[in-house]
Antibody, heavy 121, light 111 residues
Framework: EVQLVQSGAEVKKPGESLKISCKGS????????IGWVRQMPGKGLEWMGIIYPGDSDTRYSPSFQGQVTISADKSISTAYLQWSSLKASDTAMYYC??????????????WGQGTLVTVSS | QTVVTQEPSLTVSPGGTVTLTCASSTGAVTSGYYPNWFQQKPGQAPRALIY???NKHSWTPARFSGSLLGGKAALTLSGVQPEDEAEYYCLLYYGGAQLGVFGTGTKVTVL
């Protein structure tokens, strides 16, 4: 069974750093892209970027380039999303997703349960 | 900046049919945008329904179908059930499926 299990909720202060995680299981972690999606309170979904754990090839949405860092450790089947200096506007639910594309098309199929990040002084 | 637009809200009667659309600010949506559709209920993570325009995942109920309609991606719900009340998002891919852009979302009410 494919699963993406994310780390727990975080409460941080502005200016602090943070790294949240997403552990994949039930499939070949290095053969699929992992993406991150933001959902601010009461708002829609936003594509942040993707990483291919097999070679750490990473692609960011222009809106998030330079704002966050996506990484992965294939030895433990885990992807990460990190901030060096959080802002109140980073308060949101963050989902990791499994993404793939091949000759048959492109898809996001599995979602993590979400990690709620609250940034408040 | 690319914007993907959906109807803000739609209402459908139980057993009825409703079609949601997904438009790109860059022009007509084609199969090369690999349209995906997702359902999100309050307090839950989204769930994938359709990928690459019209393909269903193994868990997707038969009453959901995807297509291209008048230059847009479309999701049709036939024989709507009360449990289909949810927010629906489309996802279009740009730049060789390396950059995704989600639609603005459609709230479907079953009444």
């Amino acid at each position: 069974e494919v699963q993406l299990v994310q780390s727990g909720a975080e409460v941080k202060k502005p200016g602090e750093s943070l790294k949240i995680s997403c552990k994949g299981s039930g499939y070949s972690f290095t053969s699929y892209w992992i993406g991150w999606v933001r959902q601010m309170p009461g708002k829609g979904l936003e594509w942040m970027g993707i990483i291919y754990p097999g070679d750490s090839d990473t692609r960011y949405s222009p809106s998030f380039q330079g704002q966050v860092t996506i990484s992965a450790d294939k030895s433990i089947s885990t992807a990460y999303l990190q901030w060096s200096s959080l802002k109140a506007s980073d308060t949101a639910m963050y989902y990791c997703v499994r993404h793939y594309y091949d000759s048959s098309g492109a898809a996001v199929d599995y979602w993590g349960q979400g990690t709620l990040v609250t940034v408040s002084s | 900046q690319t914007v993907v637009t959906q109807e803000p809200s739609l209402t459908v009667s139980p057993g009825g049919t409703v079609t949601l659309t997904c438009a790109s600010s860059t022009g007509a949506v084609t199969s090369g945008y690999y349209p995906n559709w997702f359902q999100q209920k309050p307090g839950q993570a989204p769930r994938a329904l359709i990928y690459s325009t019209s393909n269903k995942h193994s868990w997707t109920p038969a009453r959901f179908s995807g297509s291209l309609l008048g230059g847009k991606a479309a999701l049709t719900l036939s024989g709507v059930q009360p449990e289909d009340e949810a927010e629906y998002y489309c996802l279009l891919y740009y730049g060789g499926a390396q950059l995704g852009v989600f639609g603005t979302g459609t709230k479907v009410t079953v009444l």
